[in-house]
């Protein structure tokens, strides 16, 4: 099990950038595949699923992203820091949400499949 805290969010104008980070302690980082999801207003009180954002691997190589960010966001991490990150440029108003990152022994696209999870950080955009 890793505790994960993420830091970096914030209020930001459509356009803007953002970067979120992750720091992880109480596991071995390395051996864990890293994911930021998010959830926008309202969505957790329908029951939905947290949105996928972006993966990496374990060493950091294969980085894999939703649609809706892809060309925009930047996944990344620094296994000698036990910290990842999410570097969001270009912004916009359906951005908005709180951001998790999670940690998996398998990853995928699904929240299901992530064990560990942070307690999310705000990202508001406004247009």
């Known amino acids: 099990q890793v505790q994960l805290v993420e830091s970096g969010g914030g209020l930001v104008q459509a356009g803007g950038s953002l970067r979120l980070s992750c720091a992880a302690s109480g596991g071995t980082f390395s051996t864990y595949i890293m994911g930021w999801f998010r959830q926008a207003p309202g969505k957790e009180r329908e029951g939905k699923e947290r949105?996928?954002?972006?993966?990496?691997?374990?060493?950091?190589?294969?980085?894999s992203y939703a649609a809706s960010v892809k060309g925009r966001f930047t996944i990344s991490r620094d296994n000698a820091k036990n910290t990842t990150y999410l570097q969001m440029n270009n912004l916009k108003f359906e951005d908005n949400a709180v951001y998790y990152c999670a940690a998996s022994g398998v990853g995928g696209t699904r929240a299901s499949a992530y064990d560990d999870w942070g307690q999310g950080t705000q990202v508001t955009v406004s247009s």
């Open positions: 949105e996928f954002v972006a993966r990496i691997s374990r060493g950091g190589v294969i980085t």
